[in-house]
């Protein structure tokens, strides 16, 4: 089968591309044909076919980064959270000289935008979208705000709560920007063209089904981990680790303040987009705690910690959408600690694969650590079964088979 790949980046910088250069190995290892398609950056990795990607933004990891927004960066950036004619046109293109079977889209919002569904219509290849936010149902793809927490505003049909509550970059015109670019593909019905979606959670799947998508196209098809490491070895010492950004939609605050005042060793890795670790790092001044904040790491650098850790953390806030740090963890046979809210429940099982404490409750989730580091035994038996599951649920082989099946079924379609 050959296959186009589309995500809008072409390098590492998050769970969605860990996935998608996952993904392309295992395909290709099995045989298939894949091509990608993304936006020119420097940070890109090698490729044959960098002349079919899109011309460069601002070369940022993320557009609230960029020092200087010149109005061509503002004006490009705007068209293609809207519809780019160049992605069309490439896409179309790209779809000609390669003649695949069928196109994969990861993330295509905001740097790519819808218009490439439309190309691959025109040409008579079906497309299959994984989703990895809420981009379709909400305008900063979070059902979050950071001034009124969870929120479902727009898929309950009130828009204007977006540019009220100022949820794109803090920005009442860049709010009310990207809520007229929802609109536009809404008006446009883009997830009437697209042939299937791979959800990887239950939780999404019926949001996504709540906002109008009808069940036949929602596909249940969890993430995986590609384990290089047949038996890894691993130890369980007295700290407790989070990896992710440092945002507060991902508890960060909650964390702190639950190790603030206790013995309880607490590893932070990870990187702030908005300056969030200074705040974090200015409450804990003066206060007594064991906290250690190790920055942004790649992923080589990380594994060391995930093998010697007692246990992981994802404390979210937000409906966080099947966190890779998860599969990382029961990967290395670590029990999570997570939040009892969104998907996350779904992964982490009570006494089982790790713990679950009541969303926002410190006092709760200092009741969990303690037990991890009152009861080790406990946390390394919960991390061996959480790598039976990984085993079992949650392998290359397991979400190679499931995905072949959606694709096969969508070409006989």
Known sequence: MKIILVNYRYFISGGPERYYFNIKEILEKHGHEVIPFSVKSSRNLPNGYERYFLEIVDDEVYFAQAKRKTPK??????????????????MRQLIRDTRPDLVYVMQMHNKISPSIVDAARSEGVPVVHRISDF??????????????????????????????????????????????AKWLHDTMKVTTKIDAFVVPSS??????????????????????????EKEPMVEYRPFVLFVGRIEKQKGLMTLVKTFENTEYNLKIIGFS?????????????????????????????????????????????????????ILESFAYKKAVIATSFGSLPELVKDHETGLTFKYADIMDFRRKVEYMFNHPDQAQLMGENA????LDNYSPETHYERLMNLFEGVLKA
């Not at 790092?281 to 007692?310: A, M, S, W």
């Not at 790598?387 to 990984?390: D, G, R, S, T």
């Open 73 to 90: 960066m503002i004006l490009k950036s705007f068209t293609r959270m809207f519809y780019s004619w160049e992605a069309r046109r490439k």
């Open 135 to 180: 981009q379709y149902m909400c305008p900063n793809a979070l059902f979050y705000n950071d001034r009124i927490g969870v929120c479902e505003d727009c898929l309950k049909g009130k828009r204007m709560s977006c540019v009220k509550y100022r949820c794109v970059l803090n920005s009442p015109v860049y709010s009310a920007i990207k809520m007229t």
């Open 203 to 228: 939780f999404t799947l019926g949001k996504l089904h709540e906002y109008g998508i009808p069940m036949r196209k929602l596909n249940l098809i969890p993430t995986f981990f590609n384990l290089k």
């Open 273 to 325: 987009n908005d300056g969030y670790e200074k705040e974090l790092k200015g409450y804990l001044k003066d206060k007594q705690h064991n906290i250690e904040f190790l920055g942004r790491k790649p992923f080589e650098e990380i594994v060391p910690y995930l093998k010697t850790c007692l246990c992981s953390v994802v404390p979210s806030e937000w409906y966080d959408n099947f966190p890779n740090v």
């Open 387 to 390: 790598y039976k599951v990984l």
